[in-house]
């Protein structure tokens, strides 16, 4: 489990250690999957009913997500500075995530609030460059487009990427097939499971509902931190 449990990364493994924490006990849990009578995976509906049958109570990371980012954070604020880009006078906001130190960095255009629909893209370090052109949005179109709809966020994720990360993401550029690089790397973002630094810092800047500048892709669900993706 990764330092930080369900507020760093939304993952049963997670799950199972902070549950064992929230009741005091060791951060630690056995983890398992319930098949049904075919052998395949039960799957919520199924859980439900087999809840039902043996008296046992269900709960959703999504769940655990809520209650302890309603108690506890694990990102602060370290900085805030005027900043000149391709669209103007923005305000950098530094933020530090308590798990490893690592810091991260958001340009915000205009006022985010809850009830107001912002536009947001997300950038790893090495894609500053624009050396990644399998990017949709690099930075100056993404940040254009933003202060086109007047309200969002352009944000800078894991200013100090880990050496395994980095290598990882040369060995895709060095070769774009599908699946190239390490399998199970350290650079698991690209799964979107690692989202939760990135969602209490959009919350803490007010982003309620956004649109996510990105390719279609799978999304996991961010309701446990009252954010939307539209």
């Not at 859980?47 to 046992?56: D, P, T, V």
């Not at 809850?114 to 050396?131: I, K, N, T």
């Not at 040369?170 to 989202?195: F, K, V």
Request: net charge negative.
């Amino acid at each position: 489990a990764r330092p930080g449990g369900v507020l760093t990364r939304a993952g049963h493994t997670e799950a199972g250690c902070d549950l064992g924490a929230l009741t005091g006990l060791t951060p630690s849990a056995v983890i398992c999957e319930i098949m049904k009578e075919d052998g395949t995976m039960a799957r919520l509906p199924d859980l439900i009913e087999f809840a039902r049958e043996h008296g046992l109570k269900i709960g959703t990371i999504a769940d655990l997500i809520a209650y302890r980012s309603a108690h506890e954070s694990m990102i602060e604020r370290i900085g805030q500075h005027k900043v000149q880009t391709v669209v103007g006078e923005l305000d950098l906001i530094a933020y530090r995530d308590k798990t490893v130190g690592q810091p991260h960095l958001a340009l915000v255009v205009g006022k985010p609030q809850p009830d107001h629909e912002a536009w947001v893209r997300v950038h790893e370090p090495l894609d500053l460059l624009g050396v990644a052109s399998r990017h949709a949005w690099p930075l100056d179109p993404a940040l254009q487009a933003i202060q086109s709809h007047g309200n969002g966020v352009l944000l800078m994720l894991n200013c100090a990427p880990d050496a395994e990360t980095v290598t990882d993401q040369i060995e895709q550029w060095a070769n774009p097939e599908p699946g190239a690089g390490r399998a199970g790397s350290a650079n698991d973002s690209r799964t979107l499971r690692s989202y939760g630094i990135g969602a209490q810092i959009l919350r803490d800047l007010g982003v309620g509902r956004m649109k996510l500048l990105t390719r279609e892709r799978r999304m996991p669900s961010m309701a446990g931190f009252n954010l939307e993706v539209t």
